[in-house]
């Protein structure tokens, strides 16, 4: 029953991160007053490396051995990489094609997102004093936080609410987060974007999960309907395209395919063609194998997924399923770095 539960909070986590990802539209903003507070004190995460994902080491150590590297030399080594957190949240992981995998020490509990650029939005639990803590039983509250992998800083924090979590960012470098008052319950809960010219919006119209495609003319959405959960996809005027059973949607760069893993049981994952309104699965896991989370490839041509403490790519003709990382834990929230 246990396993279950939690099971059903990971799902709930993937989802409300699926909520903020590509949303493109204004009309249905709201402005209101901005609350974004700079980080005057904060220690900044070191960074983790080791070359075998069964043995990932707990001391941090610098990703290079130069003293005296200009920033610009060692800036960008996260790009390509597949980036990923594990079950307590506790860390944010950066896998590369050679197996490499690169850790930051950094907590982020209410899920994370990382920019072509480096910079990371995360969730940061604080306690009734105001300062991070780790334990969630002591957290009152938490925020936004927004850091620099290249200034090796803390630009700046928000929380317009008194939970603020599952930050996201889009193609366009708006940042979209989800954030209520409520202690125990998300119903009241609402979706904030933070522009880039710092203006803090509203976003006051919201269906289920919506996730639009990198090219803006799609948008897939879930929608609970007898305790199975369906993907609508609507064009930009509202009509219905196509409606299919799963969670999790995952568009392909050039929004023609939505991958999404199966429901009810998460067993496999499914890629739609968004022309011809044709699926097909590309996965099928079986009952002993769980998909946890995925994400496209930015050339398009693979998805990769996770499940039973591994990851997977599998390009999306259902060929060449190749084992990328065997791990000691679940990976959840898989994203690609931008190039």
Same mark, same amino acid.
């Given at each position: 029953?246990?396993?279950?539960?939690?099971?059903?909070?990971?799902?709930?986590?993937?989802?409300?991160?699926?909520?903020?990802?590509?949303?493109?539209?204004?009309?249905?903003?709201?402005?209101?007053?901005?609350?974004?507070?700079?980080?005057?004190?904060?220690?900044?995460?070191?960074?983790?490396?080791?070359?075998?994902?069964?043995?990932?080491?707990?001391?941090?150590?610098?990703?290079?051995?130069?003293?005296?590297?200009?920033?610009?030399?060692?800036?960008?080594?996260?790009?390509?990489?597949?980036?990923?957190?594990?079950?307590?949240?506790?860390?944010?992981?950066?896998?590369?094609?050679?197996?490499?995998?690169?850790?930051?020490?950094?907590?982020?509990?209410?899920?994370?997102?990382?920019?072509?650029?480096?910079?990371?939005?995360?969730?940061?639990?604080?306690?009734?004093?105001?300062?991070?803590?780790?334990?969630?039983?002591?957290?009152?509250?938490?925020?936004?936080?927004?850091?620099?992998?290249?200034?090796?800083?803390?630009?700046?924090?928000?929380?317009?609410?008194?939970?603020?979590?599952?930050?996201?960012?889009?193609?366009?470098?708006?940042?979209?987060?989800?954030?209520?008052?409520?202690?125990?319950?998300?119903?009241?809960?609402?979706?904030?974007?933070?522009?880039?010219?710092?203006?803090?919006?509203?976003?006051?119209?919201?269906?289920?999960? &919506?996730? #639009? =495609? %990198? /090219? !803006? +003319?799609?948008? $897939?959405?879930?929608?609970?309907?007898?305790? @199975?959960?369906?993907?609508? *996809?609507?064009?930009?005027?509202?009509?219905?395209?196509?409606?299919?059973?799963?969670?999790? &949607?995952? #568009? =392909? %760069? /050039? !929004? +023609?395919?939505? $991958?999404?893993?199966?429901?009810?049981?998460? @067993?496999?994952?499914?890629? *739609?063609?968004?022309?011809?309104?044709?699926?097909?699965?590309?996965?099928?896991?079986?009952?002993?194998?769980?998909?946890?989370?995925?994400?496209?490839?930015?050339?398009?041509?693979?998805?990769?997924?996770?499940?039973?403490?591994? *990851?997977?790519?599998?390009?999306?003709?259902?060929?060449?399923?190749?084992?990328?990382?065997?791990?000691?834990?679940?990976?959840?929230?898989?994203?690609?770095?931008?190039?």
């Amino acid at each position: 029953m246990g396993g279950i539960v939690r099971n059903l909070v990971v799902i709930l986590i993937i989802l409300l991160g699926v909520i903020l990802y590509q949303i493109s539209t204004q009309k249905s903003f709201q402005n209101i007053s901005q609350n974004v507070t700079p980080s005057q004190n904060f220690t900044a995460p070191r960074n983790v490396t080791q070359k075998h994902p069964q043995n990932i080491k707990s001391e941090a150590e610098n990703v290079t051995k130069e003293k005296n590297v200009a920033a610009q030399n060692i800036s960008r080594w996260w790009a390509g990489a597949i980036a990923f957190q594990n079950w307590d949240a506790k860390d944010i992981y950066f896998l590369f094609p050679n197996g490499t995998i690169i850790k930051l020490p950094l907590p982020a509990f209410g899920g994370f997102s990382v920019t072509h650029n480096g910079t990371i939005a995360y969730t940061e639990l604080i306690d009734s004093e105001g300062k991070p803590t780790q334990d969630f039983s002591k957290a009152v509250g938490s925020k936004i936080v927004v850091f620099s992998l290249i200034e090796n800083k803390v630009l700046f924090t928000v929380s317009p609410g008194r939970w603020n979590c599952c930050p996201w960012w889009t193609p366009w470098q708006d940042l979209v987060f989800v954030s209520t008052n409520a202690t125990y319950s998300w119903q009241n809960k609402s979706l904030y974007i933070l522009k880039k010219d710092g203006s803090l919006v509203k976003w006051t119209k919201t269906p289920t999960h &919506p996730n #639009w =495609s %990198p /090219d !803006g +003319k799609y948008l $897939a959405f879930e929608e609970p309907r007898e305790k @199975i959960v369906y993907i609508n *996809i609507v064009d930009s005027s509202g009509t219905t395209l196509f409606v299919t059973v799963g969670v999790v &949607p995952a #568009w =392909s %760069p /050039d !929004g +023609k395919f939505l $991958a999404c893993i199966t429901a009810p049981f998460q @067993i496999g994952i499914k890629l *739609i063609d968004i022309e011809n309104k044709e699926e097909k699965m590309i996965f099928t896991g079986g009952v002993d194998m769980s998909v946890r989370s995925l994400a496209f490839s930015p050339d398009g041509k693979y998805v990769v997924f996770s499940g039973n403490n591994k *990851i997977f790519r599998i390009n999306i003709d259902g060929s060449n399923l190749k084992e990328l990382a065997h791990l000691p834990f679940d990976a959840f929230l898989l994203q690609f770095v931008p190039p």
